[in-house]
T-cell receptor
Framework: GNSVTQMEGPVTLSEEAFLTINCTYT??????LFWYVQYPGEGLQLLLK?????DKGSNKGFEATYRKETTSFHLEKGSVQVSDSAVYFC????????????FGTGTRLKVLA | GAGVSQSPSNKVTEKGKDVELRCDPI?????LYWYRQRLGQGLEFLIY????????KSGLPSDRFSAERTGESVSTLTIQRTQQEDSAVYLC??????????????FGPGTRLTVT
């Protein structure tokens, strides 16, 4: 079946460090891939998305590239800020079944000043 | 415009009581999802509504859980005979499915349920 696996947290970084949060998926067909972010005390919101192989989603300095050959969608940011502290969720949606989303378990990021 | 709203924002109930959680999706969104998020964990899919199609109930954890949606409007999630393990944040999301696979989900703020 379809699934999403992301690296366990928490991830603790110093400000201006480079961030990578790994995400790999298993899916039939050609899913769309998403990263959602949940800031402390807030609801989930879409961070970026990619809908086909080799697409790169980007937003707020974050990037992720849809790699079909490695079934991955790793999230990266070159220089994190304290305000990036949040929980990040990788997700996919697929044409198989009923279009429901599959979410990863989330990775908590803490950025220290 | 208005986003997804949920009520109540917090609910404390005694074990064994029934609770009803409400979700108002964004107007025009045909798809509606319910998720459960236990403390420190990821999102657990519960149920999915798409227009007038039969809902996908495959994520409901037991027959104590049920949900309804009238057309493309409000949805209610009901938990009967609540147990302490039901304590979690219940999230609702809606999306405009008509845009195909590129659509995103818009989440409500959630209802924090505490069963004592």
């Amino acid at each position: 079946g379809n699934s999403v696996t992301q690296m366990e947290g928490p991830v603790t970084l110093s400000e201006e460090a480079f961030l990578t949060i790994n995400c790999t998926y298993t899916a039939t067909g050609y899913p769309s891939l998403f990263w959602y972010v949940q800031y402390p005390g807030e609801g989930l919101q879409l961070l970026l998305k990619a809908t086909k192989a080799d697409d790169k989603g980007s937003n707020k300095g974050f990037e992720a590239t849809y790699r079909k050959e490695t079934t991955s969608f790793h999230l990266e940011k070159g220089s994190v800020q304290v305000s990036d502290s949040a929980v990040y969720f990788c997700a996919l949606s697929t044409t198989s079944g009923t279009y429901k989303y599959i979410f990863g378990t989330g990775t908590r990021l803490k950025v220290l000043a | 415009g208005a986003g997804v709203s949920q009520s109540p924002s917090n609910k404390v109930t005694e074990k064994g009581k029934d609770v009803e959680l409400r979700c108002d999706p964004i107007s025009g969104h045909t798809a509606l999802y319910w998720y459960r998020q236990r403390l420190g964990q990821g999102l657990e899919f519960l149920i999915y509504f798409q227009g007038n199609s039969a809902p996908d109930k495959s994520g409901l954890p037991s027959d104590r859980f049920s949900a309804e949606r009238t057309g493309e409007s409000v949805s209610t999630l009901t938990i009967q005979r609540t147990q302490q393990e039901d304590s979690a944040v219940y999230l609702c999301a809606s999306s405009p499915r008509g845009q195909g696979l590129t659509y995103e989900q818009y989440f409500g703020p959630g209802t924090r349920l505490t069963v004592t």
